[in-house]
Structure formats: C-alpha cells, structure tokens
C-alpha cells in the first residue's frame, strides 16, 4: 500500500533553533500534502496544506513565517519551525494522498521538544 | 463551517463484543468517507474508506454510511484489547483533497 515517511521521529533541542522535518510519499506522487500539529490528548490540527510548485495554504491562526513549509517536488514536503520555542513542542504529522476523494496516509510523525 | 461531530467517549466494551462508533458530518457535499484507528502517540492508520450508501466490509470492521442522515459508522466485531485506541471518523467533498477530522471517540476494550 501507499507508504508515507516523516524523518525524523524525535528531535529534542535548545529554545531559538530552527527545526526542519521531512515528509515523502515513497510509492506515489503527491502535488498535495498536509501537515498537522496535535498536541497531547487533543485532536489533529490543520496547520496547512503543501502544494508541489507554489505557496503553501495556511489555516487560520498558523503563522506563515514561524512554520516555513517547502514542496519542491512530487515526493517532498518540508516543515522548517523557525525559532522554536517550548509552546512549539508538539507531535507534528504529515499525510498525502495520491488522488483527491483518496484516503489520506500518515506519517509517523515526529515529536519535537523545545527545551 | 464543516463539521464532523464524534462522542468523545470513552466508549468500554468487553473483549469478544460488538464496538460501535458513530459520526455525524455537517456538508452534505462530502463524499468521501473515512476511519481512522490512532494509538497513543502514534499518527493516525486508515481502517476503512467509503464513498456509497450502504455497508462495506473488511475482516472484523464494516463501515455503514447513510448520506440522507449525514451518518457515518464503524462496527467492529469480536472486539481485541488491541483495538484500544482512539477513531478518528474523517470526511472529504468533491474533488477535495482536504480531510475534515472529528475529535476521535477512544474505545477501550476490557479483557
């Protein structure tokens, strides 16, 4: 089946670092790909939709230069959390889906704390 | 505003019994119909998909959706204390790519 890859899992650093996680389709083309933030016991949360060749689409309330969010080709999408701070750490996923209407799959995600 | 609406639960059932979640979504547009199944602090892992009125099938799980009621669920049968998790019901219009999450319903099955 279709196969989406985060990396990494687990990133622990120091308040004021920029963090980039990598989301791949392996076995598909995605132009679309979404990134999701939840925090612990809460819902998923729509941060924004990656698309392949332009700007991404930010939800309400998600700052566009605090999350930068790459997509430069069919099969990467990247989140960069510019100066993190610790009410950054959160379990960021990513998911793509090979067609719309299509089921979207997950990443594994990947757990980022600020320290 | 779209919505998909779940009880948040937590839904408790005895191992070897019937587990049914529900969903109700708001945009009778939606056509795409989804269940996922996320254990805790793990992302979430599609279960079933269903686009048509009716039942659909698949080992323990069958998904019902009912377009006239809005309604959307998830039945699984001989339920395992592995099926512990939280169910995640999402939805999606025509030609959407973007999914619209409830907030999960967590069951928990009692050996």
């Known amino acids: 089946g279709a196969v989406v890859s985060q990396h990494p899992s687990w990133v622990i650093c120091k308040s004021g670092t920029s963090v980039k996680i990598e989301c791949r389709s392996l076995d598909f083309q995605a132009t679309t790909m979404f990134w999701y933030r939840q925090f612990p016991k809460q819902s998923l949360m729509l941060m924004a939709t990656s698309n392949e060749g332009s700007k991404a689409t930010y939800e309400q309330g998600v700052e566009k230069d605090k999350f930068l969010i790459n997509h430069a080709s069919l099969t990467l999408s990247t989140l960069t959390v510019t100066s993190a701070h610790p009410e950054d750490s959160s379990f960021y996923i990513c998911?793509?889906?090979?067609?719309?209407?299509?089921?979207?799959?997950f990443g594994d995600g990947t757990r980022l704390s600020i320290l | 505003q779209k919505e998909v609406e779940q009880n948040s639960g937590p839904l408790s059932v005895p191992e070897g019994a019937i587990a049914s979640l529900n969903c109700t979504y708001s945009?009778?547009?939606?056509?795409?119909f989804f269940w996922y199944r996320q254990y805790s602090g793990k992302s979430p892992e599609l279960i079933m998909f269903i686009y048509s009125n009716g039942d659909k099938e698949d080992g323990r799980f069958t998904a019902q959706l009912n377009k006239a009621s809005q309604y959307v669920s998830l039945l699984i049968r001989d339920s395992q204390p592995s099926d512990s998790a939280t169910y995640l019901c999402?939805?999606?219009?025509?030609?959407?790519?973007?999914?619209?999450f409830g907030k999960g319903t967590k069951l928990s099955v009692i050996p």
């Open positions: 999402a939805v999606n219009g025509a030609g959407s790519y973007q999914l619209t």
């Open positions: 945009d009778r547009g939606s056509q795409s």
């Open positions: 998911s793509a889906s090979f067609q719309d209407n299509q089921p979207q799959h």
